[in-house]
């Protein structure tokens, strides 16, 4: 009876660690509002509501945070400049940001926000840390 306990637990897969992951944001051009970091899902990419995200004091030059306890699996960065304070990215009339505003691995935006594939990023069970730029044209 004991060894079935055993054998299954062995046939469980194993339990993913969380890790800490670490984003620093350059680039930034003043110290107006806030910076909004968000660490996304591909069900949540492009939304206002991540399951990690942060806010912090904009500073001029760059700013840095941690998230803690992040699990393992795949994910985009998006961060944004709250210049204004109301929370979320200010667009003109085309839909084009009015605030600065980037994304992990820095990918190209010609047309619109990139794909999740574009910014996605593999985290593991070791700790993490990623650099990207606010673009701010």
């Given at each position: 009876m ?7 637990l ?5 339990i ?9 944001v ?26 990690y ?11 840095n ?8 699996g ?6 944004f400049?709250?210049?204004n304070?109301?929370?979320?990215l200010?667009q003109n009339?085309?839909g ?19 794909s ?15 650099s ?6």
């Amino acid at each position: 009876m004991k060894a079935r306990f055993f054998l299954g637990l062995l046939a469980l897969p194993s339990i993913a660690c969380a890790t800490t992951f670490g984003v620093t944001v350059t680039n930034i051009p003043d110290a107006v509002g806030t910076i909004r970091i968000a660490v996304c899902a591909e069900s949540e990419f492009l939304k206002p509501d991540c399951k990690y995200h942060a806010v912090v004091q904009a500073s001029a030059g760059q700013v840095n945070t941690t998230f803690p306890d992040v699990q393992p699996g795949v994910y985009a960065v998006q961060v944004f400049q709250d210049r204004n304070g109301n929370q979320k990215l200010d667009q003109n009339f085309f839909g084009m940001p009015k605030e600065p505003l980037g994304f992990s691995r820095n990918p190209s935006m010609h047309f619109g926000p990139p794909s999740f594939a574009d910014a996605a990023l593999s985290l593991g069970a070791q700790n993490n840390a990623i650099s990207l730029a606010l673009r701010t044209k």
